[in-house]
């Protein structure tokens, strides 16, 4: 159920990736692949988070469950500032906060059972063992749309949304809170990605779970998302209600997102103009000053290269960082 309090905060994070170069490791830069970042996702929520390849959501998404030790800023879940928690502070929201991955290939062992992957994180936090560990498993096989007798087999002899399933099972098993999913429908066939968000929609009203939905299509999300933020090389450059961004896209960037969208309606499809962006994507190691979209962006003034547009509030909680919205 959706309340207003918020289960994660995050406050300018930052993760700067050290690049070492030479015989001597010397380091002599940083990718900085997410820089300054600041959102919170509130309890039973789905929060989207959308972007080009490399823009920086899956760092993100793994910084705050602090697979990464963030270089600057803090997590806060629940209320309590996790950011500098040690591995022994780390381990009940270990439990706590899960994740499914994109690959549902390369995620699961092959060497492993369905059943002992599915059972992994339950012996690591040591909750059962014996036959009620047998019967938790066959109950989140079933939870998933699967089959209780599927514990005994192994990954390579199911179908790739099956494994998506599993995958989805396996994070289920700890009884967490938030489910990091981090573009798992983008490996699927598309026949099958709507089976798997119905999935994620179902599991979360019944156990009141909190998403970050990882994807880098802005269509893939529209359904499940609460609200959606768009990343662009490091930043959050648009955040608002999912369907506010769909009907009002204020960031030239998102603009440009949503019209790559095909349109069923043919109608309608010529009716929307399609934006191309020009100009590659900036080096998240050297990003141009201010603006970092501003070599791709037709409305780009002097003002963009010299001035950093802060990610503000313009109203309703949809918030963009761009200039064109300076007061
Ligand atoms: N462990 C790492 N060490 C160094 N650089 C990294 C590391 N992980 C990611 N990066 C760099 O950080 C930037 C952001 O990468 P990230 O994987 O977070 O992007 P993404 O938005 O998830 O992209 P994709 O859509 O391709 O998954 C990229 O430039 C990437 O090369
Ligand atoms: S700040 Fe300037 S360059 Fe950046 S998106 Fe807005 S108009 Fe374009
Ligand atoms: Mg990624």
Redesign the pocket.
């Known amino acids: 159920m959706k309340d207003n309090k918020s289960l994660i905060e995050i406050k300018n994070l930052k993760m700067y ?1 050290p ?1 070492k170069r030479g015989l001597i490791n010397k380091r002599i830069d940083y ?1 900085k ?2 820089d300054d970042v600041s959102f919170e996702i509130k309890k039973g929520e789905t929060l989207g988070l959308v ?10 998404g ?1 910084t705050i469950i602090k697979l ?1 030790e963030s270089t600057d800023g803090q997590i806060i879940y629940n209320g309590v500032d996790i950011t500098r928690f040690n591995q022994s502070k780390m381990t009940p929201y270990r439990r706590k906060m899960q994740m499914i991955f ?1 690959d549902p290939y390369a995620s699961l062992d092959p060497r492993m059972t369905v059943g002992d992957i599915i059972g992994e994180s339950i012996d690591i936090h040591k909750l059962m063992g014996g036959k009620e560990r047998t019967e938790r498993i066959q109950y989140l096989l079933e939870r998933v749309g699967l089959n209780s007798e599927h514990a005994n087999r192994y990954p390579h002899e199911f179908s790739g949304g099956q494994r998506q399933r599993i995958g989805i099972a396996r994070a289920l098993a700890v009884e967490p809170e938030f489910i990091i999913a ?2 798992p429908i983008s490996a699927l066939d598309v026949s099958i990605q709507a089976q798997v968000v119905n999935m994620l929609e179902e599991l979360q009203d019944d156990l009141g779970l909190t998403y970050l939905f ?1 994807a ?1 299509d802005l269509s893939m999300v529209k359904h499940i998302s609460t609200r959606v933020g768009v ?1 662009y090389l ?1 930043k959050m450059v648009e955040l608002a209600e999912s369907n506010e961004l769909y009907k009002k896209p204020l960031h030239p960037y998102t603009q440009a997102l949503l019209s790559a969208i095909p349109i069923p309606d043919p109608d309608q499809s010529e009716a929307k103009e399609r934006i191309v962006l020009e100009g590659e994507i900036p080096s ?1 190691i050297n990003p141009p000053s201010g603006c970092r979209f501003r070599n791709r962006c037709k409305y780009a003034t002097a003002k963009c290269a010299e001035q950093e547009p802060e990610l503000k509030d313009i109203g309703g909680g949809h918030k963009v960082a761009c200039h064109l919205y300076d007061k």
């Open positions: 990736f690049i990718v692949a997410v972007g080009e390849s490399g823009c920086g959501k899956t760092t993100t793994r990464y994109q981090d573009e990882i880098h990343m490091g998240p």
